[in-house]
Antibody
């Protein structure tokens, strides 16, 4: 069974840092690009970051560029999101999601269960 | 950046109804449009990818259509378990969501 399990969320003060992890199983992790998507409480979905299978291509949403860093360890079947200089507006459930692609179309499947990050003093 | 506009933002329908949700792109995106369902407290799951391809395991009452700028998600024979929020997505952009409630 394809499974993604996030961890590392919690309460952090504004300006603080947090590192999220996503453990993958049930598929060949090293063959797939991965994403982080977040959802603020009661709000919609916001894509955060993308990393290709070999880590050669990385993208960020403008809202997190320069503060967040995506990375992966294919030997450990793990995806990471290092979040620095956290702001109140970064409060959200963070999901990791596998990237699926057909020609120029991409979608996210599956998603993990999410980990809650709360930025508050 | 391409903007995705969903409508309506919410709707209420009865079991057995046909429900239509639309997603409009600010410029042509060919058929690069996907639909997700999210139930409260759960992660989203993909229903339709590439505008009209049904994800494996998704009931056939769900269908997608459209191309270029205008897309539609249709739910035929609405069921109680279809109560959820539905999102369209194109690359790194999601629509704002449509909440479907059962009368």
């Amino acid at each position: 069974e394809v499974q993604l399990v996030e961890s590392g969320g919690g309460l952090v003060q504004p300006g603080g840092s947090l590192r999220l992890s996503c453990a993958a199983s049930g598929f060949t992790f090293s063959s797939y690009s991965m994403n982080w998507v977040r959802q603020a409480p009661g709000k919609g979905l916001e894509w955060v970051s993308y990393i290709s299978s070999s880590s050669s291509t990385i993208y960020y949403a403008d809202s997190v560029k320069g503060r967040f860093t995506i990375s992966r360890d294919n030997a450990k079947n793990s995806l990471y999101l290092q979040m620095n200089s956290l702001r109140d507006e970064d409060t959200a459930v963070y999901y990791c999601a596998r990237d699926r692609r057909r020609s120029s179309s991409n979608w996210f499947d599956p998603w993990g269960q999410g980990t809650l990050v709360t930025v508050s003093s | 950046d391409i903007q995705m506009t969903q409508s309506p933002s919410s709707l209420s329908a009865s079991v057995g109804d046909r429900v239509t949700i639309t997603c409009r792109a600010s410029q042509s995106i060919s058929s690069y449009l996907n639909w997700y369902q999210q139930k409260p407290g759960e992660a989203p799951k993909v229903l339709i990818y590439a505008a009209s391809s049904l994800q494996s395991g998704v009931p056939s009452r769900f269908s997608g259509s459209g191309s270029r700028t205008d897309f539609t998600l249709t739910i035929n024979n609405l069921q109680p378990e279809d109560s959820a929020t539905y999102y369209c997505q194109q690359r790194g952009t999601f629509g704002q969501g449509t909440k479907v409630e059962i009368k």
